[in-house]
């Protein structure tokens, strides 16, 4: 066994190379074809000019929409070695682990044909002439109530074993089977390519329920469905802690809106902020000791933190008369926030140190026009920050570097809205009506592939969980 993920020289380059080449024998012209590419490249619509029009980005720069060609690695996984009496379950663990590969934009699944030959020693050179970078190797065995999974990785390309380990899993019916293998799945990711992976992550939002608007929870790709509050009333902005156990939101259900704090287990909700006026916007600091929010001050809004270690003592943060400063979000190294704030008289993100100081403008400023800015969240990896912004009146997902450079949109069909980044900082879901309907999509923004994760009702405000994690036990 290795440590980590490497290079894999001039094997991978040629095949790169012969990936690119064909790309670029393909006309671009033919969209609906092209979007089944790991890569296209979109040119935005030119905005309409009217009276107070909402634009975010300057009209004299031109912000394209590239996403730039990507190689993604074969991998493949033959069938899981098992038992009779776990075939069923062996054959379910297989699906979904295919499945989570797929959705984490690192590999290229590779299928196995019924005339390759499984059995005996690794056959390298075979797997290689098939494509594969890497083979994961899968065998089922124990008791049908507490199965193991063993999972082994091998790199076909320098021909030696890189990771294997066996991960315990409930029965095939048990309501934790999914998440069980999800956190399988993102181990092989992260011995494949050293980021983590999100497939064992899970996403709140708010959508509506039959008292008023509710918070929901789904899995990372798009199974398990579940209505979390029941408070009939109105519930936004759901936030997660960083343990994954809990979930922030504000709420209309008490006197006045203030912010509750849920247990996804057993399912219950305490009060956690009620200052005078209304409370909303939660979001907990990285690593769980702080909770930054939005509370009214003498007719205004303006961020505060709470310490959630003594459960007390809210501190404003902001300090600016006749505007608002709403929606913060932390750094990952939660020394900064990141906010929108109309105190330029356009809605705008801002960043600022917890320490003190004046807050800085991320997004341009555009003299006499009706900008709008909002909904900023802070990258895990803390290279960008996503929000979304209006072009021509429609809000679209933009990101940007915390210094301000590097402003980049990512959508432009529909509205796009309420961004949220995943664990891995190469994901986002967010609110849209891109075909049609109101959903909620993900998007790789490094590939510019998406994929839709809620379709119909109203679900927006999008929160995406950190990792769900398990133990499972390393294989000498």
């Known amino acids: 066994m290795t440590p980590g993920p490497r290079s894999h020289g001039p094997v991978v380059e040629r095949r790169r190379s012969v990936f690119l080449e064909m790309l670029n024998q393909l006309s671009i012209r033919k969209a609906g074809a092209t979007a089944m590419l790991v890569s296209l ?10 009276e107070a029009q909402r634009d975010s980005i300057p009209t004299d720069v031109r912000v394209g929409i590239v996403y730039q060609p990507a190689y993604r690695p074969g991998i493949v996984m033959p069938e899981i070695q098992a038992p009779p009496e776990l075939r069923e379950l062996a054959d379910s663990v297989r699906t979904i682990i295919l499945r989570d590969l797929d959705f984490s934009d690192g590999f290229q699944v590779l299928r196995v044909g019924a005339e390759v030959p499984l059995g005996g020693p690794v056959n390298y050179d075979l797997w290689d002439q098939l494509g594969a970078v890497w083979l994961l190797i899968g065998s089922l065995e124990g008791p049908m109530v507490s199965p193991v999974l ?15 380990r066996e991960f315990e899993l409930p029965p095939l019916r048990h309501r934790d089977l999914r998440l069980s293998v999800h956190r399988a799945s993102d181990e092989v990711v992260r011995w494949a390519t050293g980021r983590p992976g999100t497939a064992a992550t899970r996403i709140a939002y708010v959508d509506q329920g039959p008292g008023g608007s509710e918070i929901f929870l789904i899995d990372s790709d798009g199974f398990g469905r579940r209505q979390l509050t029941r408070d009939s009333s109105i519930a936004l902005s759901p936030a997660w802690s960083p343990s994954g156990d809990l979930i922030a939101y504000m709420s209309y259900k008490g006197e006045d809106p203030a912010i509750f704090e849920l247990a996804i287990n057993p399912g219950r909700s305490s009060l956690l902020v009620d200052l005078p006026g209304m409370d909303l916007t939660p979001a907990y600091s990285p690593d769980g000791t702080q909770l930054a929010f939005a509370a009214t001050v003498d007719g205004r809004i303006e961020v505060h933190v709470y310490d959630l270690v003594r459960r007390c003592c809210p501190e404003r943060k902001t300090f600016v008369r006749y505007s608002n400063s709403l929606s913060p979000t932390f750094s990952p190294d939660g020394r900064r926030l990141a906010f929108n704030s109309d105190r330029l008289g356009q809605l705008h993100i801002f960043t600022q140190d917890l320490g003190g100081g004046s807050a800085e403008l991320l997004t341009p400023y555009i003299y006499d026009r009706s900008v709008h800015n909002a909904g900023p969240d802070w990258s895990p990896t803390g290279d960008r920050i996503a929000f979304h912004g209006w072009v021509g009146g429609v809000p679209q997902i933009f990101t940007v570097a915390p210094d301000g450079r590097g402003l980049r949109q990512l959508t432009q069909d529909g509205r796009n809205e309420d961004p949220s980044w995943a664990l891995d900082g190469r994901h986002i879901v967010f609110a849209s009506t891109r075909d ?29 969980s950190g990792p769900l994690d398990s133990p499972s036990r390393s294989v000498e």
């Open 41 to 50: 490249m979109i040119v935005p619509a030119t905005a309409v000019a009217q």
């Open 436 to 464: 049609g309907v109101a959903g909620l999509w993900i998007l790789d923004v490094v590939s510019g592939r998406i994929r839709q994760l809620v379709r119909g009702g109203n679900p927006r405000l999008p929160d995406w």
């Open 150 to 164: 063993r999972l082994s990785l091998h790199d076909v390309v320098y021909r030696l074993l890189q990771e294997v």
